[in-house]
């Protein structure tokens, strides 16, 4: 079974730190995309960054960058520079060939003042 | 302009009703979802169109059907509500039918009394 796997529930950080929030996945695809989507409380799942499993160079996006380790299996967000409107739930994704999305059970992310 | 819109955004209901669900997207898509969020934020994927074909039906009761009546739309009906079926429903779309992002709309929160 395809699965894709967020163990951390819920993360905090103060504003202005660095945060990384954890992703594995499961697929036995060769090709395949890896989504990072972000859902504040007003419920709109929005498209944070975005990563071809074929490129090896790590997608950035202003302050969110990703860790893809494709033997591993892993695609963590490091979100720089916290901002409280960075506080939302995380979801973590993956496309395969199939047209088939696979979500995480997400990461409720607290950013202090 | 809103690129993938959903109505209606909330929808409360007694039990054994039939309800309706629009998506429209003005994003020239090919492709569109829906996707159903449980209470505890679970996101899963529902059914998804490729000009008006299934593409994606996932293990949903029959009372669940999905309707295109051309690649701008995507419909669902719900017959005979049950109190399991609160939850979010959220339509999205993407260009082509496999690895590319996916947009979503705002979501309809659907109460089953």
């Known amino acids: 079974a395809q699965t894709v796997t967020q163990s951390q529930p819920e993360m905090s950080v103060q504003e202005a730190e660095t945060v990384t929030l954890s992703c594995t996945y499961d697929t036995s695809e060769s090709d395949y995309y890896l989504f990072w989507y972000k859902q504040p409380p007003s419920r709109q799942m929005i498209l944070v960054i975005r990563q071809e499993a074929y490129k090896q160079q790590n997608a950035t996006e202003n302050r969110f960058s990703v860790n893809f380790q494709k033997a591993a299996k892993s695609f963590s967000l490091k979100i720089s520079d916290s901002q409280l409107g960075d506080a939302a739930m995380y979801f973590c994704a993956y496309n395969t060939n199939a047209g088939k999305s696979t979500f995480g059970d997400g990461t409720t992310l607290t950013v202090k003042p | 302009d809103t690129a993938v819109s959903q109505t209606p955004k909330y929808l409360v209901t007694q039990m054994g009703n039939d309800k309706s669900i629009k998506c429209e997207q003005n994003?020239?898509?090919?492709?569109m979802y829906w996707y159903k969020q449980d209470s505890k934020k679970f996101l899963k994927i529902m059914f998804s169109?490729?000009?008006?074909?299934?593409?994606i039906n996932e293990t949903v009761p029959n009372r669940f059907s999905p309707k295109s009546p051309d690649k701008a739309h995507l419909n669902l009906h719900i017959n005979s509500l049950e109190l399991g079926d609160s939850a979010v429903y959220f339509c999205?779309?993407?260009?082509?039918?496999?690895?590319?992002?996916?947009?979503f709309g705002p979501g309809t929160r659907l109460t089953v009394l």
């Open positions: 994003l020239g898509h090919d492709t």
């Open positions: 169109y490729n000009n008006k074909e299934l593409i």
């Open positions: 999205a779309s993407s260009k082509g039918r496999s690895l590319d992002t996916q947009y």
